[in-house]
Nanobody
Framework: QVQLVESGGGLVQAGGSLRLSCASS????????MGWFRQVPGQEREFVAT????????YYADSVKGRFTVSGDNPKNTVYLQMSTLKPEDTAVYYC????????????????????WGQGIQVTVSS
């Protein structure tokens, strides 16, 4: 497994912006995709966005498309989530995830696709 650490969360007013970062630590490794999920207490963790390094293919949940941008640095195994025009419903704990196994025809919107997770970071959007 890969050790992942999120940073950049916090409290922001509706309409504002935040940038989350996720960096890996520990032994050298390769990843094939890195992304973000979020979870509200009492609800299931949901997909937000992912970048697949091959072709730098981007995947977004419909709820964040046009407002959030995922990017990253493959050699450094680092992924970012630029969040703009934030809404109160974006309030959640955000988790970084990495796919270090690779493979074909993977569904990057599924939790099971990822084998490493960060501890999560709180993002709160006030109305």
């Amino acid at each position: 497994q890969v050790q992942l650490v999120e940073s950049g969360g916090g409290l922001v007013q509706a309409g504002g912006s935040l940038r989350l970062s996720c960096a890996s630590s520990g032994r050298a490794f390769s990843t094939y995709a890195m992304g973000w999920f979020r979870q509200v207490p009492g609800q299931e963790r949901e997909f937000v966005a992912t970048i697949r390094w091959i072709g730098r293919t981007l995947y977004y949940a419909d709820s964040v498309k046009g407002r959030f941008t995922v990017s990253g640095d493959n050699p450094k195994n680092t992924v970012y989530l630029q969040m703009s025009t934030l809404k109160p419903e974006d309030t959640a704990v955000y988790y970084c995830a990495a796919d270090a196994q690779g493979g074909y025809a993977k569904n990057y919107r599924r939790e099971g696709t990822y084998d490493s997770w960060g501890q999560g970071i709180q993002v709160t959007v006030s109305s």
